[in-house]
């Protein structure tokens, strides 16, 4: 019970978008969900369903270095490779131009809704 109370209380700052964006043929945005934080560069995360069936978490919402604009930053894995630490996305995008249609649509929905 502790468990499920802790949880509903953290999801309370969650804003939800229901849509019907068609991504690309049978690919469909569901539902967005963004968690404001304005934390430095970081805006919100941002949960994304898909199809109503597959969920794509921790999305980052970020500011460009000059604050003038905003970028996604997909969920990704860091290494070391010598004394560098490198990103390797956990999912991404095969199909040319999906990256960027995917990215213009939650950053509108992110701007209209929170």
Same mark, same amino acid.
């Given at each position: 019970? =502790?468990? &499920?109370? /802790? ?8 804003? #939800? ?8 043929? !049978? $690919?469909?945005?569901? @539902?967005?969900?963004?968690?404001? $934080? =304005? /934390?430095?560069?970081?805006?919100? /995360? =941002?949960?994304? +369903?898909?199809?109503?069936?597959? +969920? ?9 270095? !000059? ?13 070391? &490779?010598?004394? #560098?630490? @490198?990103? @390797? !996305?956990?999912?991404?995008? $095969?199909?040319?131009?999906?990256? /960027? ?6 950053? @509108?929905?992110? #701007?209209?809704?929170?």
């Amino acid at each position: 019970m =502790a468990y &499920s109370k /802790k949880k509903e209380e953290k999801k309370t700052n969650w804003i #939800e978008v229901d849509c019907k964006f068609v991504l690309e043929n !049978d $690919i469909q945005i569901s @539902k967005i969900t963004f968690y404001p $934080i =304005a /934390k430095g560069k970081l805006m919100a /995360k =941002a949960q994304v +369903v898909l199809n109503d069936l597959l +969920v794509l978490d921790n999305i980052l919402i970020c500011e460009t270095k !000059d604050g003038e604009n905003l970028y996604l930053s997909m969920p990704a894995n860091s290494y070391k &490779s010598g004394d #560098e630490t @490198k990103y @390797k !996305d956990i999912f991404f995008f $095969i199909k040319t131009g999906i990256p /960027k249609k995917f990215g213009d649509f939650i950053l @509108k929905q992110y #701007e209209t809704n929170v």
